[in-house]
């Protein structure tokens, strides 16, 4: 499978984006799929996950209540949909897929999991 992640950009603190990462070369209708950020010098980090049937999710504390985690099997694509964007949330944001670890989280899954990954989308939040 091979993800391109897509729709960052530049917007104001307290606009909204909607991120996509589409799927090819392979189905991801039984995969779980998460995003994960990298800020300017420090480590990649996980933002939020959804499982296969989009029936459980769960999310950084950093963006719950803000973002929401969304998918069409049909479309074989991922959206990640951040509202109330914040200078901090500036990031490069990569779309990644599981698929042998299960689709239940009560915690952040580890980067390890996660077999495929896009190339990320910048985004970048002016305040």
């Known amino acids: 499978v091979q993800l391109q992640a897509s729709g960052g950009g530049l917007v104001q603190a307290g606009g909204s984006l909607r991120l996509s990462c589409a799927a090819s070369r392979g189905s991801i209708r039984y995969i779980s799929m998460a995003w994960f950020r990298q800020a300017p010098g420090k480590e990649r980090e996980f933002v939020a996950v959804i499982s296969w049937d989009a029936h459980n999710t769960f999310y950084a504390d950093s963006v719950k209540g803000r973002f929401a985690i969304s998918r069409d099997n049909a479309k074989n694509t991922v959206y990640l949909q951040m509202n109330s964007l914040k200078a901090e949330d500036t990031a490069v944001y990569f779309c990644?897929?599981?698929?042998?670890?299960?689709?239940?989280?009560?915690?952040?899954?580890?980067?390890?999991?996660?077999?495929?990954w896009g190339q990320g989308t910048q985004v970048t939040v002016s305040s």
């Open positions: 990644a897929g599981d698929d042998s670890h299960g689709s239940i989280w009560y915690r952040a899954p580890p980067q390890s999991n996660f077999d495929w």
